[in-house]
């Protein structure tokens, strides 16, 4: 099973992986902002993105890797793009605007997401006051995000080898299944990793994650 | 002597109403390995999460003469370490290290003594440097034996293996025996690895619905094809006289 994890390239040694995590976080949530809130020109638009294409040179992140991020997010925002004139009383330019800003603000996201190890993220965030709750879900998804994936690719894997020719329809009607399945199964995976937890003393008052 | 551990008549029946244990009777001494093996279904890896005391069922389970209920549960329950059959329910923190210590600090203990049961965890299962990996990028050998150690840093009093071998190939099955064979502390190993019963253990129990069929040498156990037969096993090859090619 192939495998690509957020934080791949995060043990790389370049001036922006070696800034402290904490610097980082904060610089990152002053970008977010300032793109999200701050007007606008076309102008600063050319800027920022330069900016940020001198950061992952800097960082040393494939060109490949982050257009791959970028492609995951690029079909929502092309949506919200063509929906905000057509429903809302703004210009294309208006539109326009938000798109870049948008854009920015994944390409900080990628920037900020591929220098840092999670684990660290996690830590800082914790340090930072986020709720435990939070800091344990984040964890569990970074952990068995993938399993999930393995899991599902091997369903798929199953259905194909049994429908040589299938129609788009008969995938989508098998895939929906194969999501209800997967639910299930991480369900019980879920209980079995609860008693786990348990077995090594776990309480979920008292143990820290 | 007390024995180590100890099931008097246990009973557990699933909510949905199947039986899994009826009556179960065996005894684990001190410092000794014991397997038990048994069809699917037979009722295994419900009296490992019995022993666990993640179940409760009817009937006595006793670990050094305490005898398990749900009031002393949890505290009885870190002194039995269960190696699950699937390492990936097991690891569930982002790096090996994390997971290693993750039962110490529960248990309390300080940050040195935690550091220490980890570093000598890891070294017992030879995966020494691998603090900093991520579980994920473990081959199965290596979860199984990170899954070990993240039990044996417990510092328990008697390990418990469900299926050691699932998913392993014949070297990594290999290094697990050996480790097995390594540490000094009283072990239960079940599930359906006959040879690995043969060499690793002292003492071999036959269950099939639910309750205990035979207990006795694994060589004179696994020899008797009519009881290994009746009970949906088979003779290990190592010990068959004629060495047909089909069984």
């Not at chain 2, 994920?136 to 469900?162: N, Y």
Request: charged share 20%.
């Amino acid at each position: 099973m192939r495998h690509s994890f957020i934080d791949k390239y995060s043990d790389l040694t370049t001036p922006i992986h070696a800034l402290h995590p904490r610097v980082k976080l904060l610089v990152f949530l002053a970008l977010l902002f300032y793109f999200a809130a701050v007007p606008i020109t076309w102008w600063i638009v050319g800027l920022n993105v330069l900016g940020l294409t001198l950061g992952t040179l800097i960082a040393r992140l494939p060109f490949r890797f982050v257009l791959k991020r970028m492609m995951i997010v690029l079909p929502f925002l092309v949506l919200i793009i063509l929906f905000i004139p057509l429903f809302q009383e703004q210009s294309w330019t208006d539109a326009g605007i938000t798109a870049a800003r948008a854009f920015c603000s994944i390409l900080a996201l990628i920037l900020f997401m591929s220098t840092i190890p999670f684990r660290v993220l996690l830590d800082e965030l914790s340090r930072l006051g986020v709720p435990k709750f939070v800091i344990q879900v984040f964890s569990f998804i970074y952990r068995y995000f993938f399993v999930l994936i393995d899991e599902l690719e091997r369903m798929e894997l199953a259905s194909r080898a049994r429908t040589p020719n299938r129609s788009r329809k008969h995938y989508y009607t098998a895939l929906s299944r194969m999501l209800g399945m997967l639910i299930i199964r991480s369900y019980e995976r879920s209980e079995r990793i609860y008693q786990a937890m348990q077995l090594r003393g776990y309480d979920w008052e008292e143990s820290e994650v | 002597m007390t024995s180590l551990i100890e099931f008097e008549n246990y009973t557990y029946r699933y909510p949905d109403g199947t039986t899994a244990l009826s009556g179960f009777t065996m005894n684990v001494e001190q410092r000794e390995r014991v397997g038990i093996v048994g069809p699917n279904g037979a009722g295994k890896t419900t009296a490992l999460l019995a022993l666990s005391g993640l179940i409760f069922g009817e009937g006595t389970i006793r670990i050094d003469g305490e005898t398990l209920q749900k009031k002393n549960g949890r505290q009885l329950r870190s002194r039995v370490g269960l190696v699950f059959q699937n390492p990936d329910d097991q690891l569930f923190m982002p790096t090996v290290y994390e997971d290693v210590v993750f039962g110490p600090k529960n248990l309390g203990w300080n940050a040195a003594q935690v550091d220490k049961a980890a570093k000598e965890a890891l070294d017992a299962v030879e995966l020494p440097g691998y603090e900093q990996k991520s579980s994920h990028h473990l081959s199965s050998g290596e979860k199984k034996r990170v899954a070990i150690a993240t039990v044996l840093a417990m510092q328990p009093d008697i390990l418990v293996l469900d299926e050691p071998t699932t998913n392993l190939d014949p070297h990594a099955r290999r290094r697990l025996m050996q480790l097995l064979a390594s540490l000094e502390i009283s072990t239960i190993i079940a599930g359906h690895d006959l040879e690995l019963i043969l060499e690793l253990c002292t003492r071999a129990v036959i269950i099939n619905n639910g309750a205990v069929i035979k207990t006795g040498e694994p060589k004179e156990l696994f020899q008797d094809k009519l009881l290994m037969e009746e009970n949906y096993l088979e003779v290990p090859y190592s010990l068959r006289k004629v060495r047909e090619d089909v069984y």
